[in-house]
């Protein structure tokens, strides 16, 4: 029974992450990337002072610039960056990397117009809390007639959250991580739900569903608060750790380049094989490289529409930097880590690719090295939780049209997804998540073509107004 839901989901996603969704996605990055002349290069120095002044200048908002990045990270940054680019490595080889930073390139462009379309467009509740997203530029943007795209939106939305990024994928990766670490060979196993679990995926289940209950509990604000310290610690912890393997292993970095390229191009598959192993690259890449960063999926907007400040192009300009944190920063490290220690080719699968690559390329002791890695991965998953709780709870805000007694009651069916998450199969997981993310992609992406107008008429006025 579960392997014939398991062949239905993977049809299914195959179905949703085919070529016409791949070459969308692309294709919107690319038209975005030309109407806004390239404005993710032309203005990354800008966008990087925006940062470090974390403005609080506006009126209206709930979080700072800052705070409202470092939300948005907290959610894309998460195992999507450790696990994720390691299943997309196995799967489909090497050059997956190569797609992934491709997409990550034109993503940002995507990434700053779904941005800041959701400044201009957000809203205030009655009880000053903001509401923004893109199920409001949609309805604002586009017109009322449209208002049925962005509840198709806020749908899909809930059930990314619910099930797919925010919990079950989440919950896998901290508890997997672990389990790997404190008991690796299931010495002290438990009998529950008709399988076998070791006594640390419990009792990590129990100690995660905690902590994320303490803190969705509190709201945005608090989230946010835990967001602006973990997120720059944690991902100063893995960038100084995946860099270590890279430092160590400089000689073998030229060959991984090559590898990572000749790949994506299916030059080192068999006589005949190249265009497919072409495809299946760029369909792992691009799909793992948008669950992980999210470009698109109109996940981030959510967050950057509670940023205190009145300029839609200033925000768009700081939360675009999350993309190429996300993708161009983090995933390329844990990629490199793993083509380089050859880790993505010898059977292993999940969070244990990457345990292998930071075993084998760290100075350290196996023990130590894997302690690194568990730490990153319980704070990067936990901070993805809490992200994407926010988030869904924005969108199902939306779809109920503002029934607050239904988000409240949300937040435990949310906080009981994660109480269960780890006792639901890995692979299954990962196909119903890839499946939300797809479906969700596209009213988004429909929305941003459509006020492409709008977004480039804003740069231009901003820019013109010498906003440096």
Same mark, same amino acid.
Not at 278 to 304: C, D, V
Not at 326 to 346: A, E, F, K, Q, R
Not at 376 to 391: E, K, Q, R
């Given at each position: 029974?579960?392997?014939?839901?398991?062949?239905?989901?993977?049809? #299914?996603?195959?179905?949703?992450?085919?070529?016409?969704?791949?070459?969308l996605?692309?294709?919107?990055?690319?038209?975005?990337?030309?109407?806004?002349?390239?404005?993710?290069?032309?203005?990354?120095?800008?966008?990087?002072k925006?940062?470090?002044?974390?403005?609080?200048?506006?009126?209206? $908002?709930?979080?700072?610039? !800052?705070?409202? &990045?470092?939300?948005?990270?907290?959610?894309?940054?998460?195992?999507?960056?450790?696990?994720?680019?390691?299943?997309?490595l196995?799967?489909?080889?090497?050059?997956?990397?190569? /797609?992934? /930073?491709?997409?990550?390139?034109?993503?940002?462009?995507?990434?700053?117009?779904?941005?800041?379309?959701?400044?201009?467009?957000?809203? %205030?509740?009655?009880?000053?809390? +903001?509401?923004?997203?893109?199920?409001?530029?949609?309805?604002?943007?586009?017109?009322? =007639?449209?208002?049925?795209?962005?509840?198709?939106? @806020?749908?899909?939305?809930?059930?990314?959250?619910?099930?797919?990024?925010?919990?079950?994928?989440?919950?896998?990766?901290i508890?997997?991580?672990?389990?790997?670490?404190?008991?690796?060979?299931?010495?002290?196993?438990?009998?529950?739900?008709?399988?076998?679990?070791?006594?640390?995926?419990?009792?990590?289940?129990?100690?995660l569903?905690?902590?994320?209950?303490?803190?969705?509990? $509190?709201?945005?604000?608090? +989230?946010?608060?835990? @967001?602006?310290?973990?997120?720059?610690?944690?991902?100063?912890?893995?960038?100084?750790?995946? *860099?270590? %393997?890279?430092?160590? =292993?400089?000689t073998? %970095?030229? @060959?991984?380049?090559?590898?990572?390229?000749q790949?994506?191009?299916? !030059?080192?598959?068999?006589?005949?094989?190249? &265009?497919?192993?072409?495809?299946?690259?760029?369909?792992?890449?691009?799909?793992?490289? +948008?669950?992980?960063?999210?470009?698109?999926?109109?996940?981030?907007? +959510?967050?950057a529409?509670?940023?205190?400040?009145?300029?839609?192009?200033?925000?768009?300009?700081?939360?675009?930097?999350?993309? *190429?944190?996300d993708?161009? %920063?983090?995933?390329?490290?844990?990629? &490199?880590?793993?083509?380089?220690?050859?880790?993505?080719?010898?059977?292993?699968?999940?969070?244990?690719?990457?345990?292998r690559?930071?075993?084998?390329?760290?100075? !350290?002791?196996?023990?130590?090295?894997?302690?690194?890695?568990? #730490?990153?991965?319980?704070? !990067?998953?936990?901070?993805?939780?809490?992200?994407?709780?926010?988030?869904?709870?924005?969108?199902?805000?939306?779809l109920?049209?503002? =029934?607050?007694?239904?988000?409240?009651?949300?937040r435990?069916?949310?906080?009981?997804?994660?109480?269960? $998450?780890p006792?639901?199969?890995?692979?299954?997981?990962?196909?119903? @998540?890839?499946?939300?993310?797809?479906?969700?992609?596209?009213?988004?992406?429909?929305?941003?073509v459509?006020?492409?107008?709008?977004?480039?008429?804003?740069?231009?006025?901003?820019f013109?107004?010498?906003?440096?």
């Amino acid at each position: 029974m579960l392997e014939m839901i398991s062949n239905v989901l993977t049809k #299914i996603d195959d179905l949703v992450w085919g070529i016409p969704l791949i070459v969308l996605i692309l294709v919107v990055g690319v038209f975005l990337t030309i109407r806004l002349r390239g404005v993710q290069f032309s203005k990354l120095g800008l966008a990087i002072k925006y940062i470090m002044q974390n403005d609080k200048s506006g009126k209206e $908002g709930e979080v700072s610039s !800052f705070g409202a &990045l470092c939300t948005a990270l907290s959610a894309t940054i998460g195992t999507g960056n450790i696990v994720g680019v390691a299943t997309a490595l196995v799967a489909g080889g090497p050059g997956a990397l190569f /797609w992934m /930073w491709l997409a990550a390139l034109f993503g940002t462009a995507t990434k700053f117009a779904e941005c800041m379309l959701a400044m201009k467009y957000r809203a %205030v509740a009655s009880d000053g809390h +903001i509401l923004g997203g893109p199920f409001y530029y949609i309805e604002n943007g586009m017109g009322k =007639n449209w208002r049925w795209l962005g509840k198709i939106f @806020a749908f899909f939305g809930v059930c990314v959250g619910l099930m797919g990024i925010g919990t079950f994928t989440q919950v896998n990766g901290i508890t997997s991580a672990v389990n790997n670490f404190f008991d690796p060979s299931n010495a002290w196993a438990a009998n529950l739900f008709g399988r076998e679990y070791s006594w640390t995926v419990v009792a990590a289940g129990i100690l995660l569903t905690l902590c994320v209950g303490l803190v969705i509990i $509190g709201g945005l604000k608090r +989230i946010s608060r835990v @967001a602006e310290i973990i997120v720059p610690f944690m991902a100063i912890l893995y960038v100084a750790a995946s *860099f270590l %393997v890279i430092v160590c =292993n400089i000689t073998k %970095v030229p @060959a991984a380049i090559v590898e990572i390229v000749q790949s994506a191009f299916g !030059f080192r598959a068999a006589a005949g094989g190249a &265009l497919g192993a072409m495809i299946l690259a760029m369909q792992k890449g691009i799909a793992r490289g +948008i669950f992980s960063n999210e470009a698109g999926l109109g996940s981030a907007p +959510i967050a950057a529409a509670a940023a205190k400040t009145d300029e839609p192009v200033h925000q768009g300009l700081v939360s675009m930097m999350g993309t *190429f944190i996300d993708t161009i %920063v983090i995933c390329t490290l844990t990629g &490199l880590t793993i083509v380089i220690t050859g880790s993505w080719n010898v059977g292993l699968e999940g969070v244990a690719v990457t345990t292998r690559a930071f075993q084998e390329g760290l100075p !350290f002791p196996d023990q130590i090295a894997s302690f690194i890695l568990m #730490i990153c991965l319980v704070f !990067f998953a936990f901070t993805t939780i809490l992200g994407w709780d926010y988030y869904s709870e924005r969108c199902l805000e939306y779809l109920t049209n503002g =029934n607050m007694k239904a988000v409240k009651v949300y937040r435990w069916i949310y906080i009981l997804a994660v109480f269960i $998450g780890p006792y639901m199969t890995v692979a299954a997981v990962w196909t119903i @998540a890839d499946i939300f993310n797809g479906l969700m992609a596209i009213p988004n992406l429909i929305a941003l073509v459509a006020l492409s107008g709008v977004t480039a008429a804003e740069v231009k006025k901003y820019f013109a107004n010498g906003k440096e």
